[in-house]
């Protein structure tokens, strides 16, 4: 089988926002509450973050263990990586994710303002400027035969889905509104032109979007 190029367990709110406004170092989701959004992926036995203590080994649980399945790299935007804009001002920081980032893959953070690539833990760091398909080139060669996870923000999955690259996407709609911020969709009933979709609903109130290509 080819590779595939899939969004894993990434989250919106019930209007479609992936993050708020405004954001910063110390408000890396804006003015949304990960606490709120997110919910639903940290009361799970396999969270997105390592955390002490064991989680809910039920119907979301099943998702996030499924995050990091047959991943050989990922590729998130500039903003998932950090608040920062235009030129690097601050090479000394290195995103928001600490000395053992939750990727243990190559990934590709693209962006309009290069810089030198770094390694913290199993996760490698690269700052590529390209288009969607150059980029996506560029991972799964390092992926070396396994899929790519495109990780966010909203900004950069809606760029994918317009060059028609995306093969297959899990979201998660949170039972929460933001209002305004970076927005995957208005309707999930947007992909249907070129997707299959099932809707999981699940007991802790967040409802699992499943869409694979056409």
Do not use: C
Not at 63 to 76: K, Q
């Amino acid at each position: 089988m080819s590779q595939l190029l899939r969004v894993q367990n990434f989250t919106v709110s019930s209007d479609g926002f992936g993050a708020g406004e405004g954001q910063s170092l110390e408000k890396p989701f804006g003015h949304a509450d990960p606490g709120n959004l997110l919910a639903w992926a940290f009361a799970t036995d396999h969270p997105p973050i390592k955390r002490s203590g064991p989680g809910g080994r039920g119907l979301d649980d099943y998702f996030t263990r499924d995050y990091a399945r047959n991943i050989g790299a990922e590729i998130m935007g500039r903003n998932k990586f950090g608040p920062q804009r235009g030129p690097w001002q601050d090479h000394e920081w290195q995103g928001w994710w600490g000395d053992e980032p939750p990727f243990h893959t190559p990934v590709f953070v693209m962006t309009h303002h290069e810089r030198p690539s770094f390694t913290l833990s199993d996760t490698t760091f690269h700052f590529v400027d390209g288009d969607p398909a150059a980029v996506l080139s560029q991972a799964k060669e390092a992926a070396q035969g396994k899929d790519v996870r495109l990780g966010g923000g909203a900004t950069i999955i809606r760029q994918f889905l317009e060059a028609d690259l995306l093969d297959t996407l899990h979201v998660a709609v949170a039972p929460t509104k933001l209002g305004s911020g970076a927005r995957l969709w208005e309707s999930p009933d947007e992909l249907l032109d070129r997707f299959h979709q099932d809707v999981v609903p699940s007991p802790s109130g967040v409802t699992h979007h499943l869409f694979w290509r056409r």
